[in-house]
Nanobody, 126 residues
């Protein structure tokens, strides 16, 4: 089992940047595919980005491609989400999640993920 704690959210003007971090407990962090999801009030939880165990494969939602970058540091048990050129529509609660799948594919369906953090709020104003 792994516990996940997100940080780095906040209030930012449109066009600005934020870097989210997700720290994981335990010694098996490198065995999980990691993902970021977001959920705005009254909306479904949406896929944002995911990264394979070693970081060599990434996947992004079309809405963030070219603006967000997912990365991980397995030595620090941490996954990051660098968010650039933020837009008001990026406003949401952002969650990181761990996928203990047998394969090593960054997946987009939230119900494929096994462990979740509590979320960190990102608010983008114009």
């Amino acid at each position: 089992q792994v516990q996940l704690v997100e940080s780095g959210g906040g209030l930012v003007e449109a066009g600005g940047s934020l870097r989210l971090s997700c720290a994981a407990s335990g010694r098996t962090f490198g065995s999980y595919v990691m993902g970021w999801f977001r959920q705005a009030p009254g909306k479904e939880r949406d896929f944002v980005a995911a990264i394979s165990r070693g970081g060599g494969t990434t996947s992004y939602a079309d809405s963030v491609k070219g603006r967000f970058i997912i990365s991980r540091d397995n030595a620090k048990n941490t996954v990051y989400l660098q968010m650039n050129s933020l837009k008001p529509e990026d406003t949401a609660n952002y969650y990181c999640a761990a996928d203990r799948q047998y394969y090593n594919q960054p997946r987009r369906a939230w119900d494929e993920y096994d462990y979740w953090g509590q979320g960190t709020q990102v608010t983008v104003y114009s």
